[in-house]
């Protein structure tokens, strides 16, 4: 089965830096892209970045300037640069993938069990 596994989450200082990283494993017929969400307590999970083969990474508003979106197809895996933490940053990061599966040749999203990031202001 398909499979994503995120890794690189912990404790950051306002300011500082974290990486995430993510690796799909499984039977993937096509990975189509990557992405991460992420979900804060008593909030709905909201995009925060993606990117499709072919097209240029996008980002959410509030991330922009502060965040670094790569992909490695080859290697399936998806990565987050985070600089300049803010405290608002705290949330459960999970990472997606858009992915056909040879189960059954369909396309899905595909989601990992989530990271947490916590900034202290």
């Known amino acids: 089965q398909v499979r994503l596994v995120e890794s690189g989450g912990g404790l950051a200082q306002a300011g500082g830096s974290l990486t995430l990283s993510c690796t799909a494993s499984?039977?993937?017929?096509?990975?189509?892209?990557m992405g991460w969400y992420r979900q804060a307590p008593g909030k709905q999970r909201e995009l925060v970045a993606q990117g499709f083969n072919g097209r240029t990474p996008s980002y959410a508003d509030f991330v922009k300037g502060r965040f670094t979106i790569s992909r490695d197809n080859d290697k399936k895996t998806v990565s987050l640069q985070m600089n300049g933490l803010k405290a608002e940053d705290t949330a459960v990061y999970f990472c997606?993938?858009?992915?056909?599966?040879?189960?059954?040749?369909?396309?899905?999203?595909?989601w990992g069990q989530g990271t947490q990031v916590s900034v202290s202001p």
């Open positions: 997606q993938a858009v992915i056909t599966s040879y189960d059954d040749l369909m396309t899905r999203d595909y």
């Open positions: 499984g039977r993937i017929f096509k990975l189509h892209g």
